[in-house]
């Protein structure tokens, strides 16, 4: 019965930031890893950034030097600072964790328009 709830998405002007946060709640539960991935329209989805519960993380090329993915284990929380924001990052952004018992979980998804 894990749930991840997204919330953050919206619309912003090329330049502009956004801050994603994804809460992973259900009984018992603790995540591995949790990352963010996107999907813009006619495209396939990307890994966007991941974080591991060490701290470990891993950005896209597209990526490297705007967003930071950041964690608060004790919540089982990841957010995705977004700065530099162009118009190619326009995409519905998923958060997905995977447990520490091995089983992986999407989030619905929020929608990031960058735009004029």
């Known amino acids: 019965h894990v749930q991840l709830v997204a919330s953050g998405g919206g619309l912003v002007q090329p330049g502009g930031s956004l801050r994603l946060s994804c809460v992973a709640s259900g009984c018992g539960f603790s995540f591995a890893a949790i990352g963010w991935y996107r999907q813009a329209p006619g495209k396939q989805r990307e890994l966007v950034a991941t974080i591991t519960r060490g701290g470990s993380s891993v950005y896209a090329d597209s990526v490297k030097g705007r967003f930071a993915i950041s964690s608060d284990n004790a919540k089982n929380t990841v957010y995705l600072q977004m700065n530099s924001l162009k118009p190619e990052d326009t995409a519905v952004y998923f958060c997905?964790?995977?447990?520490?018992?091995?089983?992986?979980?999407w989030g619905q998804g929020t929608q990031v328009t960058v735009s004029t």
């Open positions: 997905n964790v995977l447990s520490v018992t091995g089983s992986t979980f």
